[in-house]
């Protein structure tokens, strides 16, 4: 009930200021459904243009273009309106930096990583495992015996790739002997519950935190987005005084 109230104190006030949608802007609002239902189709794998999105959506959501048209200019003074009474609110310098040291660890920190291959052999095959990481010390090529002996089929094909990893993202054995080699070194065989394992560490990356100059903007964006939100139900909430708007029993908000 109360957004609905507060949808109803837009639309009023709109029409108080005549605050309207234009057909190009109805255009512009289209245009950008278009390019949306578009991007998501083809991201899902679809090979279709934006137009052909847009009609798919339309059908999808049982609705013709002209209700949403209509839709949409119906709801567009009531955004206006949003704009329009959180104008001039805008987060400080100080609030910027005291979000990035708040939440620096959790949002803008990459813990230390390391990026491994591996060859797994069955529980039985120690003795194989051996024989293979001798075959390395010798100058095999880790990627061609991969293919060839991995047991493990997902990353067999790529070489042995398991791509970055980082702690927590494996079982204890195999995460132990992997941050605990160098970058290159070979080590193994290491036994698990899935059986046996050489790993080649490729890389090696340390714990990295962005500096507040590469995400300032994305914060700005977020702590702008949060209290406009904030002043327009202020705002709301003074109009529904002013307004001395009546709820019927039953309806009242708790």
């Given at each position: 009930?109360?957004?609905?109230?507060?949808?109803?104190?837009?639309?009023?006030?709109?029409?108080?200021?005549?605050?309207?949608?234009?057909d190009?802007?109805?255009?512009?609002?289209?245009?950008?459904?278009?390019?949306?239902?578009?991007d998501?189709?083809?991201?899902?794998?679809?090979?279709?243009?934006?137009?052909?999105?847009?009609?798919?959506?339309?059908?999808?959501?049982n609705?013709?273009?002209?209700?949403?048209?209509?839709?949409?200019?119906?709801n567009?003074?009531?955004?206006?309106?949003?704009?329009?009474?959180?104008?001039?609110?805008?987060?400080?310098?100080?609030?910027?930096?005291?979000?990035?040291?708040?939440?620096?660890?959790?949002q803008?920190?990459?813990?230390?990583?390391?990026?491994?291959?591996?060859?797994?052999?069955?529980?039985?095959?120690?003795?194989?495992?051996?024989?293979?990481?001798?075959?390395?010390?010798?100058?095999?090529?880790?990627?061609?015996?991969?293919?060839?002996?991995?047991q493990?089929?997902?990353?067999?094909?790529?070489?042995?790739?398991?791509?970055?990893?980082?702690?927590?993202?494996?079982?204890?054995?195999?995460e132990?002997?992997?941050f605990?080699?160098?970058?290159g070194?070979?080590v193994?065989?290491?036994?698990?519950?899935?059986?046996?394992?050489l790993?080649?560490?490729?890389?090696?990356?340390p714990?990295q935190?962005?500096?507040?100059?590469?995400?300032e903007?994305?914060?700005?964006?977020?702590?702008?987005?949060?209290?406009?939100?904030?002043?327009?139900?202020?705002?709301?909430?003074?109009?529904e005084?002013?307004?001395?708007?009546?709820?019927?029993?039953?309806?009242?908000?708790a």
């Amino acid at each position: 009930m109360p957004q609905l109230v507060g949808i109803e104190i837009a639309k009023a006030y709109a029409s108080e200021q005549n605050i309207t949608a234009s057909d190009q802007e109805v255009d512009q609002e289209i245009e950008k459904i278009k390019k949306q239902v578009g991007d998501q189709a083809r991201s899902s794998g679809q090979d279709v243009s934006n137009q052909e999105a847009y009609e798919q959506a339309l059908k999808q959501n049982n609705i013709t273009e002209e209700e949403l048209r209509e839709d949409i200019r119906e709801n567009l003074p009531v955004q206006k309106v949003q704009e329009e009474v959180s104008d001039d609110v805008e987060p400080t310098d100080e609030e910027i930096q005291k979000y990035y040291e708040k939440n620096k660890a959790a949002q803008f920190t990459t813990p230390e990583q390391v990026c491994v291959s591996h060859i797994l052999f069955a529980k039985d095959q120690k003795e194989k495992a051996e024989d293979v990481k001798k075959q390395l010390e010798d100058g095999g090529d880790f990627a061609e015996l991969a293919k060839q002996y991995s047991q493990d089929p997902g990353s067999a094909e790529k070489g042995g790739d398991l791509g970055c990893l980082g702690k927590g993202e494996t079982v204890a054995p195999f995460e132990e002997a992997a941050f605990g080699a160098d970058e290159g070194e070979i080590v193994g065989p290491v036994k698990t519950e899935f059986g046996y394992h050489l790993l080649e560490v490729t890389e090696k990356k340390p714990q990295q935190t962005r500096p507040l100059s590469e995400v300032e903007q994305q914060i700005r964006s977020q702590l702008s987005s949060e209290q406009e939100s904030e002043a327009f139900s202020k705002w709301l909430d003074e109009q529904e005084k002013e307004r001395d708007v009546q709820y019927l029993e039953g309806y009242k908000p708790a």
